[in-house]
Nanobody, 120 residues
Framework: QVHVVESGGGLVQPGGSLRLSCAAS???????MSWVRQAPGQGLEWGSD????????LYDDSGQGRFTISRDHAKNTVYLQMNSLKPEDTAVYYC??????????????WGQGTLVTVSS
């Protein structure tokens, strides 16, 4: 059974940085991993994708240039490095495994989420 577990959330000041981690286990085939966030009172917002090899990534406009998604196969972990954080980045961040190794695949397994709060 596949599990994904996020960590690394917390309180950070505007302009600061934070790195989220997502540990995956139990998988038997390659897959895309995504980061999806939900701001307070808002709907889910997709942020970024990375293919299994790590060679291809996608970002939404809000994270482009500020966020970097990467993965470490030795640790079965995907990271989201977030720089120049803004108050509007405040949200619960979810790591989501897609059903296959294509960006077009649907979301299959969700982590429990980790809260990021950007505030002075």
């Amino acid at each position: 059974q596949v599990h994904v577990v996020e960590s690394g959330g917390g309180l950070v000041q505007p302009g600061g940085s934070l790195r989220l981690s997502c540990a995956a286990s139990g998988f038997t085939s390659p897959f895309v991993m995504s980061w999806v966030r939900q701001a307070p009172g808002q709907g889910l917002e997709w942020g970024s994708d990375i293919v299994f090899s790590g060679r291809q990534t996608l970002y939404d406009d809000s994270g482009q240039g500020r966020f970097t998604i990467s993965r470490d196969h030795a640790k079965n972990t995907v990271y989201l490095q977030m720089n120049s954080l803004k108050p509007e980045d405040t949200a619960v961040y979810y790591c989501v495994k897609k059903v296959d190794n294509y960006f077009s695949g649907y979301f299959e397994i969700w982590g429990q989420g980790t809260l990021v709060t950007v505030s002075s």
